[in-house]
Each structure stands twice: as C-alpha cells, then as structure tokens.
C-alpha cells in the first residue's frame, strides 16, 4: 500500500493499566516513524477505561485505522479491540477473543498444554479462595514463580525460594489481579521469538543480569543482554520457531505476537506467556528480532499497518477505507 492509502491512523498509547509509561514510549516510537515514513498519524493518550468515552473520544479524530500501542489491561485484554470493531475501525495485531485468551495466562497455558507444547507445572489461585483459607498448599517445590494471571511487563512477578516468602509474593500478585498463577521455577536459558505476519523472525536470547528477567531486568538494568539471533543449533532455532507459530495459532493471534520461552537443560522449550502487543520502540525484543531479519522499525510499523487492512476481523465488514479495495483486489480477496 502506498503511505496516504492508509488514510488517518490514530496510534492508541498510555492507557489505565500498570504498564502506561511503557506503553507511552512504544506509542511515541511507532508515532514518530510513521510521522517520519509520511503517514497521517495522530497521537491518541487514552486515559480511561471507559467504554462510552473512548468511542466518543475517538470518534473526534475521523480515524480510517488504528495503531493499538496499548500495554496491558485494556490494551492486550480484548477491550479497545471491541470497542474499535463496534466502531468497525481496522486494528494491529489479534482480535478480541485472542487478545483475551493470550492475556489471561491461567486460560492459555491449558490450551498450550493441550495444544502438545511445554508449559511449566502450575497452580491457580483466586484471591476469594485465598481469603478463605489464609493458607496456600504448595504441591510444587521450591523455587517458584508467582505472578497475577492476567498482566505484562512482570508487573507484581515474585521468585519464591523457601516457605517463607511465598505469602508476600501472594499478596503482591493478588495486589494487581483477582487470580494468580503459582509455577515451578524452571531453570534455564531464557528466549523469546516474534511472529510478524505468521512468520517466525529469529530466536533472541536474554540474558538478565540477575537470575530471572523480571521488571527491573527489562527496563531499568543496563546490564541485560540480547542476543540476536541466539546461539542456537539450527535445528533447536528451528523448533522454537515452530513451537513459537503454533502457541500464536492455538490462541487465534493475528499480525504479531511475541512468545516467551524457558529452554530447559532437557531440550524442552517452556512456553511462558504470548504478547500479543508486544514493547514498539527501537530497542524492544520484536523490533530487534524483525531488524536482524532485514526489516528496519519503520518499515515493520507499515508492515503492522498493512495487515490491519486485511485483518480477517473485518473481512465481511463493509468499510469506507482508503486502499483497501485496491489491496484486496491486488491479494486476490475479491
């Protein structure tokens, strides 16, 4: 698509959730590539988590699309993906039924395991439960991650290593979510793979300054490293690949996602959580990943923007958007 087909792209940041901040750098990066590439972009702060003010306030700006830059509650969970299909607007990345199974990590780790993929042992506690009891069984061991059930970031994540801190990192989950997910700590080299398009781009290795890749070691800790692509044997690379495309179709993702993974010293890749609005700043693990793979920021925000057109969310939706008539009948859709 040529750059003004896209019409006025409305690129969505901030939001209500935990992860504003983060969220407001990867709103800015994609805003101003796309300023940069010639697009008619608009930057768009989203404030509330209110479903009437949000199509009011972004009914004001004549959208044709919308970049979704959103991290978190409201912006990976389904909502503003319902609230722009009832405003029958095109979107990145996956739909509101995917966007809320890759979310809600107790629902998409059942299906991973089903689906034949690794997933670490896990239990699933509810904060009423909890209260009731004022106990938890640990039938799992020691270490353990504890982490709430629908967040990013690592936000309210917590590595319990005996008994006794295992109820403040209850607490501090339960301090972010109504459910939390309880998970043996599975030791091992921590990689992630980005999907753009339904293709696997390269495998990244991160490599934490301290034990695991929790808040600080993702956006404070200058010391992380990535490794680009990681260094893998090729037949291992390619299978993570694989594992990563299939944990993004079992969940329904669309566009991109990223998936996180524990390879274990057994040979077993632990699928951890999906992403399905993964960090968009220049230096966040997807847009490494598509870098290494020949396609540079700008470019991967366009590619994001073309797939939003023929997102199959709208296919059956008449809709009076620039180009794309012309790019349905240019992919053989008409």
């Given at each position: 698509?040529?750059?003004?087909?896209?019409?006025r792209i409305g690129v969505l940041m901030g939001g209500p959730s935990s992860e504003r901040e983060i969220s407001l750098k990867s709103g800015k990066a994609v805003f101003s590539a796309l300023k940069d590439a010639g697009a008619e972009a608009v930057a768009i702060d989203i404030t509330t988590d209110s479903f009437q003010?949000?199509?009011?306030l972004l009914g004001k700006y004549g959208l044709n699309c919308a970049f979704i830059a959103l991290h978190g509650r409201f912006g990976e969970d389904g909502v503003i993906q319902s609230i722009l299909e009832q405003m029958q607007l095109p979107f990145t990345a996956s739909g509101v039924k995917a966007s809320k199974l890759a979310m809600d990590k107790i629902g998409s780790l059942?299906?991973?395991?089903?689906?034949?993929?690794c997933v670490p042992?896990?239990?699933?506690?509810?904060?009423?439960?909890?209260?009731?009891?004022n106990f938890s069984v640990n039938n799992?061991?020691?270490?353990?991650?504890?982490?709430?059930?629908?967040?990013?970031s690592s936000i309210?994540?917590?590595?319990?290593?005996?008994?006794?801190?295992?109820?403040?990192?209850i607490e501090l989950?339960?301090?972010?979510?109504?459910?939390?997910?309880?998970?043996?700590?599975?030791?091992?080299?921590?990689?992630?793979?980005?999907?753009?398009?339904?293709?696997?781009?390269?495998?990244?290795?991160i490599i934490p300054h301290s034990k695991f890749f929790d808040f600080t070691a993702k956006y404070q800790d200058v010391s992380t490293q990535y490794i680009v692509p990681a260094v893998l044997e090729s037949h291992v690379a390619s299978r993570i690949q694989r594992e990563a495309l299939?944990?993004?179709?079992?969940?329904?993702?669309?566009?991109?996602?990223?998936?996180?993974?524990?390879?274990?010293?057994?040979?077993?890749?632990?699928?951890?959580?999906?992403?399905?609005?993964?960090?968009?700043?220049?230096?966040s693990l997807l847009p490494k990943a598509a870098k290494v793979a020949g396609i540079d920021f700008t470019q991967l925000c366009l590619k994001l923007l073309e797939s939003a057109y023929v997102n199959p969310a709208f296919s059956k939706r008449p809709m009076e958007t620039p180009g794309l008539a012309q790019l349905n009948k240019k992919e053989g859709m008409e």
């Open positions: 698509m040529e750059i003004k087909e896209f019409g003010d949000n199509i009011e059942k299906i991973f395991a089903q689906g034949g993929l042992k896990s239990e699933f506690l509810k904060k009423s439960d909890y209260r009731k009891q799992l061991g020691f270490p353990l991650v504890v982490k709430p059930a629908n967040h990013g309210g994540l917590s590595l319990v290593e005996a008994a006794g801190q295992l109820p403040a990192a989950a339960f301090e972010y979510d109504e459910h939390i997910v309880i998970q043996e700590y599975v030791a091992g080299r921590e990689l992630t793979v980005g999907i753009l398009n339904e293709m696997a781009l390269p495998v990244i290795e299939a944990a993004h179709k079992l969940l329904g993702c669309y566009g991109c996602s990223r998936v996180d993974f524990i390879l274990a010293k057994n040979g077993c890749a632990y699928i951890l959580e999906i992403n399905t609005i993964p960090g968009m700043t220049a230096t």
